[in-house]
């Protein structure tokens, strides 16, 4: 990991979304220095499902060596960031490093986004990241490091990152957009940049959107923290950048990354908006010693039919979801396979991820980053497409 170097000591990040996640570790990591951290968040009572408050982080903070100001912030209220704004520079004397952290996400398409999850992300992620930015600016331009860090990703505009969650991509390109434009506004003032991981985080989203088991598949938030770090640390001459953890990270000579993983050795899932093919993740992964599961097998040639599709229920049951299984009459170790992955697959499973099954006796499938690089269609979200990942996972250990 990268050791802290004590350039943060006595300065005053602002975090949104710091209660939690990776606004909380990008904190701890600050505090480690001896820095001031304001805890911008929205959690203040303890939360149903998630874990930690604005007030719980304060005290890790402090206990890791720094001073904490715990603030209630809704980054879609101007008046609780201007409130927030003006307590810290009261305590502190000034704002020396804003990052823009806090953010909203629903991975669902046009059709199935309900309007006030749009307005949503789009508050709280494009608009909240300027409000917080042109609120803060005036003081980040009185410091000797003023700098401002959005958790957004590079603005990538293959379609496959719009097709199946349009509002989302928008939301989040709004946040990457205004490292664009204020790195040019503010040159030699204020840097402004953006960080995105390579590989999937995991946090307590990460573990909503893909349930038991997702984690072995994610890093920690400590490489993000650590790449976070590298960057304030950095002058103002380095502005306008697009950082990827990893990338920044083996630059500054890190060269084990299974202290990030949470499973060491296990396949990681890559981030959204990053084009990696999976022969090319496959290679990567090798190199750090994992052994990739989603390598494509040689395509079997499908048999032709011909005569009616018994595939196809007649009569009432005409429409309805079903699940068919070409070689459950057969003998032998296949027919046994397809024993089990029946016993597993009902018409229920099918109609709630609306997915087409296709098993191949070559290779191993891996959904997710299927869904992610459009080569598999499945009506819904991403959520589904890990649902069907984890139902694989099922299958690999009974078989």
């Given at each position: 990991?990268?050791?802290?170097?004590?350039?943060?000591?006595?300065?005053?990040?602002?975090?949104?979304?710091?209660?939690?996640?990776?606004?909380?570790?990008?904190?701890?990591?600050?505090?480690?220095?001896?820095?001031?951290?304001?805890?911008?968040?929205?959690?203040?009572?303890?939360?149903?499902?998630?874990?930690?408050?604005?007030?719980?982080?304060?005290?890790?903070?402090?206990?890791?060596?720094?001073?904490?100001?715990?603030?209630?912030?809704?980054?879609?209220?101007?008046?609780?960031?201007?409130?927030?704004?003006?307590?810290?520079?009261?305590?502190?004397?000034?704002?020396?490093?804003?990052?823009?952290?806090?953010?909203?996400?629903?991975?669902?398409?046009?059709?199935?986004?309900?309007?006030?999850?749009?307005?949503?992300?789009?508050?709280?992620?494009?608009?909240?990241?300027?409000?917080?930015?042109?609120?803060?600016?005036?003081?980040?331009?009185?410091?000797?490091?003023?700098?401002?860090?959005?958790?957004?990703?590079?603005?990538?505009?293959?379609?496959?990152?719009?097709?199946?969650?349009?509002?989302?991509?928008?939301?989040?390109?709004?946040?990457?957009?205004?490292?664009?434009?204020?790195?040019?506004?503010?040159?030699?003032?204020?840097?402004?940049?953006?960080?995105?991981?390579?590989?999937?985080?995991?946090?307590?989203?990460?573990?909503?959107?893909?349930?038991?088991?997702?984690?072995?598949?994610?890093?920690?938030?400590?490489?993000?923290?650590?790449?976070?770090?590298?960057?304030?640390?950095?002058?103002?001459?380095?502005?306008?950048?697009?950082?990827?953890?990893?990338?920044?990270?083996?630059?500054?000579?890190?060269?084990?990354?299974?202290?990030?993983?949470?499973?060491?050795?296990?396949?990681?899932?890559?981030?959204?908006?990053?084009?990696?093919?999976?022969?090319?993740?496959?290679?990567?992964?090798?190199?750090?010693?994992?052994?990739?599961?989603?390598?494509?097998?040689?395509?079997?040639d499908l048999p032709k039919h011909e005569g009616p599709d018994k595939t196809k229920p007649e009569g009432p049951d005409r429409g309805k979801l079903h699940v068919h299984f070409a070689a459950e009459k057969s003998g032998g170790p296949v027919a046994e396979t397809f024993k089990i992955i029946k016993a597993a697959i009902s018409d229920?499973?099918?109609?709630?991820?609306?997915?087409?099954?296709?098993?191949?006796?070559?290779?191993?499938?891996?959904?997710?980053?299927?869904?992610?690089?459009?080569?598999?269609?499945?009506?819904?979200?991403?959520?589904?497409?890990?649902?069907?990942?984890?139902?694989?996972?099922?299958?690999?250990?009974?078989?």
């Amino acid at each position: 990991m990268l050791p802290n170097t004590g350039r943060l000591a006595g300065c005053t990040l602002f975090i949104t979304g710091a209660s939690r996640g990776i606004g909380k570790a990008i904190a701890l990591k600050a505090a480690k220095d001896g820095a001031n951290i304001v805890i911008a968040a929205k959690t203040g009572v303890p939360h149903r499902t998630l874990p930690g408050t604005i007030y719980t982080a304060a005290e890790e903070i402090e206990a890791a060596g720094g001073k904490a100001l715990a603030c209630i912030v809704n980054v879609r209220e101007e008046e609780q960031i201007v409130d927030a704004v003006d307590q810290a520079v009261q305590k502190f004397g000034g704002i020396d490093v804003l990052v823009n952290n806090a953010s909203a996400i629903s991975l669902t398409g046009t059709l199935d986004t309900p309007t006030k999850k749009v307005d949503l992300m789009m508050s709280a992620n494009t608009r909240g990241t300027y409000l917080t930015s042109k609120i803060c600016l005036p003081y980040l331009k009185k410091s000797k490091i003023g700098h401002i860090l959005n958790i957004s990703p590079p603005i990538n505009l293959n379609p496959i990152w719009f097709k199946n969650h349009c509002a989302y991509t928008i939301s989040k390109y709004g946040m990457s957009m205004c490292v664009l434009g204020m790195a040019e506004e503010f040159r030699g003032e204020v840097a402004v940049n953006a960080l995105w991981p390579q590989t999937a985080i995991y946090t307590s989203a990460m573990d909503m959107l893909g349930g038991a088991g997702v984690e072995k598949q994610c890093r920690k938030t400590d490489i993000l923290a650590d790449a976070a770090y590298c960057i304030l640390t950095k002058p103002k001459t380095f502005t306008g950048n697009f950082v990827i953890d990893e990338t920044l990270l083996r630059e500054e000579g890190i060269q084990n990354f299974d202290v990030y993983a949470v499973a060491p050795g296990h396949p990681l899932l890559p981030d959204f908006f990053l084009d990696v093919d999976p022969e090319t993740l496959a290679m990567k992964m090798e190199a750090q010693g994992a052994t990739p599961t989603f390598r494509e097998g040689k395509k079997q040639d499908l048999p032709k039919h011909e005569g009616p599709d018994k595939t196809k229920p007649e009569g009432p049951d005409r429409g309805k979801l079903h699940v068919h299984f070409a070689a459950e009459k057969s003998g032998g170790p296949v027919a046994e396979t397809f024993k089990i992955i029946k016993a597993a697959i009902s018409d229920e499973v099918v109609k709630s991820t609306q997915g087409i099954y296709r098993f191949e006796l070559s290779g191993k499938l891996k959904p997710t980053l299927a869904f992610m690089s459009g080569k598999l269609a499945i009506k819904g979200d991403m959520a589904l497409a890990i649902k069907l990942e984890r139902l694989m996972g099922q299958f690999n250990a009974k078989l």
